[in-house]
């Protein structure tokens, strides 16, 4: 089965950066895709940010362009979203997720594989 484990997520105050990096040893089917999604406490999943392990097509929340780079390590067989410009409402547990369907790519109900998640806070 494939395994998703994020990793990066810390503490920073307002205006830092942040490089999350989500592992997916022994994925390496060729139609599909990793996003990195964010949840707060009593919120919805908010799609972030995805790439496509196929072409490297990427796709942002309007809520992070210019701010947030997601990119692809083949080497080292992991997606990372570095995350500059940080703000409070950047705070939450983030998750990649992985996709085998080309389904619209901000729908958690898309997805088929999760990570446990790593904690981002942004405060002063």
């Known amino acids: 089965q494939v395994q998703l484990v994020e990793s990066g997520g810390g503490m920073v105050q307002p205006g830092g950066s942040l490089r999350l990096s989500c592992a997916a040893p022994g994925f390496t089917m060729p139609y599909y895709s990793i996003t990195w999604f964010r949840q707060a406490p009593v919120t919805e999943r908010e799609g972030v940010s995805c790439?496509?392990?196929?072409?490297?097509?990427?796709y942002y929340a309007d809520s992070v362009k210019r701010r947030f780079t997601i990119s692809r390590d083949n080497r080292k067989n992991t997606v990372n979203l570095q995350m500059n410009s940080l703000k409070p409402e950047d705070t939450a547990t983030y998750y990649c997720?992985?996709?085998?369907?080309?389904?619209?790519?901000?729908?958690?109900?898309?997805?088929?594989?999760w990570g446990k998640g790593t904690q981002v806070t942004v405060s002063s």
């Open positions: 997720a992985a996709r085998l369907n080309h389904s619209i790519w901000y729908v958690p109900a898309n997805y088929d594989y």
């Open positions: 790439i496509s392990i196929l072409d490297e097509s990427t």
